[in-house]
Each structure stands twice: as structure tokens, then as C-alpha cells.
């Protein structure tokens, strides 16, 4: 009889998570100006869906090194407040340090929080944000539930996740390798990962699970492009924390060799242009 796959276990899933960020937020910020390039379309989407206005509260879920709070509070002005908050006290210390040299302090703030179960009062935001977390997250129905809880009446959440792997070859190529190479069973349903919410209907479900009454899903396309194979793979070792993840019980021999198979797969996507590699996301938004 084959070995049961272990059940997944979220606790352990978000400490995990929590030491991963800890452990990599520094290279994140390192390449912000690489992945702000890459994801700034659809940020500004994102923050455009939330209708962002001058004086406005808004809450950043999973905020990472500082963005999209940054450009959250350009949009509210200095009588606007952004409450910049993640699960990784390391990588929100960055977001912190971030905003204060932007000379954005007086309107971003920033808090360790659980994504899922924000430590805040009822009715207290106006717009909720969330870039690239939701789909890591165990529970994203009740995650969105609370964020409905802290808008105020009439305030939206807006949120990006990534489609399907199939249109995401930025990631999926990687992700096959890693998984054979490290020999992981695949991933349980239900189970978060960064492809997780992106099938149609499944974040749209999500929203009405939460009991928000008309979401919209925007489907946007995300091309990285980079100098070269060899600095996507460098921007991946470095700031990509679940593909270390995911091989972190292999020796560093065989991770160095699965990096060097995982550069060669990606070098079809480098041209005389440079590396451009697909990538797409959607973007969610409902109104409370």
C-alpha cells in the first residue's frame, strides 16, 4: 500500500511561511525596483478597482517590503493613514524603514498581523488591499470575511493572485522541476500555493463565500522581463522564498543542480531582446 500523503497542517503551513519572509524579506526589498517593474500594472489596477481616495483608510494585507503600501499612501495624501501589515515581523520591519525613506511615516503605519485574522475593529477601513497573498493563505474565504468586517459600509477590497500555472510559465516551469527533483506529491486540494485561487470562478467563489454580493475578476497579463535568463534566476534564488522552500530538505548540492536544470529549462524564453518569460494574474474586487 503506498505511503498516505500527511494532512495538511495550516499552523505549521503559516510558521513556516512566517520564518521564510523572515529569512528572505531583505532580498525581496533588494529587487523591489525589479518587481515593481514587473507588477506595477497591475498594482495600479489593483489600487484603481479600490477606488483610493485623498483621506481614505486603507489596509494593506501581506504588504511585504513596503509596496503597494507606498503607492497606497501617494493616493490618500498626508490626511489618508495605510495600515501596512504581514505574518513576517522581518519583512514588515522593512516595510517600516521603506516608508520612513520615502518620508512616508505620518501616513503609513505598519503591524505583524495574521492575514486571516486581523487584530482590528469593525467598520474601520475603506479600502482593503492585498497583493499576492491570498492565494498563500489556508483559509482565503475566511481571510476575505474579515476583511469585509473592517470595511467600512460602501469600502472595497481589491486583491491580485496569480491565474493558472498553464499562463504562468514564470513560475510553473520552476515549480515541475523543484516538485520532481524533491520528489513532492502533489498538492492537496484546497492546499494554498500560488496558483491556487487562479481557475475560473475560484476567486470569484471565495468572494461570495465571504458574503460579498458582486465581485469582479480582471484578468491581467504579467510578462517578466529581465536582462537575461541568468538574473530571472538570480531574482527567483534570492527573493522567491517558496521554491527554497520546497527543496529546503535537499542537500546544497542537489539544490545547486536543480537551480542549473531550472535556468536551462528557462533559457527558451531569452531572445536578442532579452528574457521575457508569461505570467499573468487576476485582479478581484467587491464592494461591502
Not at 469585509?148 to 515541475?176: H, I
Not at 508569461?278 to 461591502?288: F, I, N, Q, S, Y
Amino acid at each position: 500500500m503506498a505511503d498516505q500523503q500527511p494532512a495538511f497542517d495550516p499552523a505549521k503551513y503559516k510558521n513556516a511561511q512566517r520564518e521564510q519572509w523572515n529569512k528572505d524579506g531583505a532580498a525581496w526589498r533588494r529587487w523591489n525596483p525589479a518587481l515593481d517593474r514587473w507588477y506595477g500594472e497591475v498594482t495600479r489596477l489593483m489600487l484603481d478597482q479600490a477606488r483610493l481616495r485623498p483621506g481614505h483608510r486603507v489596509l494593506d494585507i501581506a504588504a511585504g517590503a513596503g509596496e503597494p503600501s507606498v503607492s497606497a499612501a501617494a493616493r490618500v495624501g498626508p490626511g489618508g493613514h495605510v495600515l501596512a501589515t504581514d505574518i513576517s515581523e522581518g519583512i514588515i520591519e522593512l516595510a517600516r524603514q521603506v516608508a520612513d525613506e520615502q518620508g512616508l511615516g505620518h501616513i503609513i503605519q505598519t503591524r505583524a498581523m495574521d492575514g486571516e485574522k486581523p487584530d482590528l475593529p469593525d467598520e474601520s477601513f475603506d479600502a482593503v488591499v492585498c497583493r499576492l497573498g491570498l492565494m498563500y493563505m489556508p483559509h482565503p474565504a475566511a481571510a476575505l470575511a474579515e476583511w469585509r468586517r473592517v470595511l467600512k459600509p460602501g469600502g472595497r477590497a481589491a486583491v491580485v493572485v496569480f491565474s493558472t500555472p498553464e499562463r504562468n510559465d514564470w513560475g510553473a516551469v520552476p515549480v515541475s522541476i523543484i516538485r520532481r527533483r524533491a520528489q513532492l506529491p502533489p498538492p492537496l486540494p484546497g492546499q494554498p500555493g500560488p496558483f491556487s485561487l487562479g481557475a475560473p470562478g475560484v476567486l470569484e467563489g471565495m468572494f461570495r463565500q465571504a458574503g460579498f454580493a458582486a465581485p469582479e475578476i480582471h484578468t491581467v497579463s504579467i510578462p517578466g522581463r529581465m536582462a537575461s535568463t541568468a538574473e530571472y534566476v538570480q531574482l527567483a534564488r534570492e527573493a522567491f522564498g517558496a521554491f527554497n522552500a520546497m527543496m529546503a530538505q535537499l542537500p546544497a548540492q542537489e539544490r545547486e543542480s536543480v537551480w542549473d536544470e531550472v535556468e536551462g529549462a528557462m533559457r527558451s524564453y531569452e531572445s536578442a531582446q532579452g528574457f521575457v518569460v508569461p505570467g499573468e494574474c487576476l485582479v478581484g474586487v467587491a464592494e461591502k
